[in-house]
């Protein structure tokens, strides 16, 4: 059984989670002004595992047969026969289940717009199948992240910071877009939609650059509608250069190095941009 687990765990990247949980952890800290309730930060944490578990298993069970069919990825659980889809569907609904539990249990606005969340995670899946605006749509999904932290601690969407979610918004689009770029041949060959696909590798980066500037600004101004301080532009600073290097360490030439600049980078900023945030309301 933990052998099962571990290769379910690995199917869905669980480790990738970092990504959005630390702009979830954002929203809920600006929103509280400090930390929130121990009750509370428990159940964001829940409910940030559970939506990106099922949307992740989701993900890997509707594209199995182009999984299958794609070099680079035909060794992953499913297309290897590792895990059956009775196995994959179970996890997806079991962590389903435990998201809208959090979601219920932290407050009504909450369960509320849950369906809506989850469902656009769903929806990210499909639409590589239609249009080339995939990447943006990923990033809407995840945009939930900090709105979701936001209103679990307050109930309400009074004094969002809407940057926050449109710069997570530009900054996912950015880098998925950057990642697509390893399937680019593939998926134009079997129909598949994305930026790379349409454009091209090199305006696929150029338009990720464009994303990236522009996230970066919107990160900039949550800082100055919070009214946080220098440690807060300090760790925006960070972020910036990691974001810069993302870009310096791939080309569209050369996607060797695009583990380091797709997961490491990724994971720095998030963590950088919630930690500079805690500790500036924490030395305001």
């Given at each position: 059984?933990f052998?099962k687990?571990s290769?379910l765990?690995?199917?869905i990247?669980?480790?990738?989670?970092v990504?959005?949980?630390?702009?979830?952890f954002?929203?809920a800290?600006?929103?509280a002004?400090g930390?929130?309730p121990?009750r509370?930060f428990l159940l964001v944490t829940?409910?940030?595992?559970?939506?990106?578990?099922?949307a992740?298993?989701f993900?890997?069970?509707?594209?199995s047969?182009f999984?299958?069919?794609n070099p680079r990825t035909?060794?992953?659980a499913?297309p290897?026969g590792q895990?059956?889809m009775?196995?994959?569907?179970a996890?997806v609904?079991?962590?389903?289940?435990f998201?809208?539990?959090a979601a219920?249990?932290l407050?009504?606005?909450?369960?509320?717009?849950?369906p809506?969340?989850?469902g656009?995670?769903f929806?990210?899946?499909l639409t590589k199948?239609?249009?080339w605006?995939?990447?943006?749509?990923l990033?809407l999904?995840?945009a939930?992240?900090?709105?979701?932290?936001?209103?679990?601690?307050?109930?309400?969407?009074s004094?969002y910071?809407w940057?926050l979610?449109?710069?997570?918004m530009?900054?996912?689009?950015?880098?998925d877009?950057?990642?697509?770029?390893l399937?680019?041949?593939?998926?134009?060959?079997?129909g598949?939609?994305s930026?790379?696909?349409r454009?091209?590798r090199k305006?696929?980066?150029?338009?990720a650059?464009i994303f990236?500037?522009?996230?970066?600004?919107?990160?900039?101004?949550?800082?100055?509608?919070?009214g946080?301080?220098?440690?807060?532009?300090?760790?925006?600073a960070i972020?910036g250069l990691a974001?810069?290097?993302q870009?310096?360490?791939?080309?569209?030439?050369?996607l060797?190095?695009?583990?380091?600049?797709?997961?490491?980078?990724?994971?720095v900023?998030s963590?950088?941009?919630?930690a500079?945030t805690?500790l500036?309301m924490?030395?305001?």
């Amino acid at each position: 059984m933990f052998k099962k687990i571990s290769i379910l765990l690995e199917m869905i990247k669980f480790e990738h989670t970092v990504f959005a949980l630390p702009f979830a952890f954002m929203g809920a800290f600006l929103a509280a002004g400090g930390t929130p309730p121990g009750r509370v930060f428990l159940l964001v944490t829940l409910a940030m595992v559970g939506a990106r578990t099922s949307a992740m298993g989701f993900n890997r069970i509707v594209d199995s047969d182009f999984d299958r069919a794609n070099p680079r990825t035909a060794d992953r659980a499913i297309p290897a026969g590792q895990v059956s889809m009775f196995e994959a569907w179970a996890m997806v609904i079991i962590a389903a289940a435990f998201f809208f539990l959090a979601a219920y249990l932290l407050n009504p606005l909450v369960f509320r717009i849950s369906p809506l969340a989850l469902g656009l995670t769903f929806v990210y899946s499909l639409t590589k199948r239609f249009t080339w605006l995939c990447h943006v749509v990923l990033g809407l999904a995840l945009a939930f992240s900090p709105f979701g932290g936001w209103i679990a601690v307050s109930g309400s969407v009074s004094g969002y910071p809407w940057y926050l979610s449109l710069g997570v918004m530009l900054w996912v689009g950015g880098f998925d877009a950057v990642y697509a770029c390893l399937d680019a041949d593939y998926d134009r060959s079997v129909g598949l939609f994305s930026l790379p696909a349409r454009f091209g590798r090199k305006n696929a980066f150029r338009l990720a650059g464009i994303f990236h500037l522009l996230a970066f600004a919107l990160f900039g101004l949550t800082g100055y509608h919070c009214g946080l301080n220098y440690i807060y532009y300090l760790g925006l600073a960070i972020s910036g250069l990691a974001l810069f290097s993302q870009h310096r360490l791939v080309s569209p030439g050369d996607l060797s190095r695009i583990q380091m600049s797709f997961f490491t980078m990724n994971g720095v900023i998030s963590l950088v941009m919630f930690a500079s945030t805690w500790l500036a309301m924490i030395f305001a």
